[in-house]
């Protein structure tokens, strides 16, 4: 079984990252926290977490951020979850972003998990603050994948 390289690309995934914790805010999203992970694994650059209170609220923070960076022509690799509403994961390649319902991320943990990840300050006034614009994100090509 072959591996993918990622090349990270720093300032435009801390942009995505930002523009999902943005995004996840806007639909009163709970306990946002970005976590820089680049150094830690080749999965991905940023891991976005969040929470909301029931499933509902789970699939509409989803939306949104899908919605949203989709308006920038940003598009997810794979979207996992969405039919339960407990944990969605939005995989956009170099962030990841996991909306749990409060009871799911306790359950969890993946705060503990990734508690070596430098965590990203965000932004005072989110709501507000003007975010880098974004790269569209390109599907990674079947020789990459075999790579390695």
């Not at 993918?4 to 943005?22: E, F, Q, Y």
């Not at 680049?38 to 999965?43: E, Q």
């Not at 039919?83 to 390649?93: M, N, V």
Request: hydrophobic residues 45%; glycine residues 4%; positive net charge.
């Amino acid at each position: 079984m072959g591996c993918i390289r990622r090349v990270p690309i720093v300032p435009a995934s801390k942009a995505r990252a930002l523009a999902i914790a943005k995004a996840s805010l806007e639909k009163k999203a709970d306990d946002v926290l970005v976590l820089s992970v680049a150094k830690l694994t080749s999965v991905a650059d940023y891991l976005v977490l969040c929470s909301a209170e029931t499933d509902r609220q789970v699939r509409a923070i989803a939306a949104h951020v899908d919605s949203t960076l989709s308006v920038k022509r940003v598009f997810p690799l794979s979207t996992e979850g969405a039919s339960t509403g407990q944990w969605i994961l939005i995989d956009y390649g170099d962030v990841v972003a996991h909306i749990f319902r409060t009871d799911t991320r306790r359950h969890y943990a993946l705060d503990k998990l990734w508690s070596d990840a430098r965590r990203v300050r965000l932004p005072d006034d989110m709501s507000s603050a003007p975010l880098a614009p974004l790269r569209p994100v390109r599907k990674r090509s079947t020789r990459a994948r075999q790579h390695g």
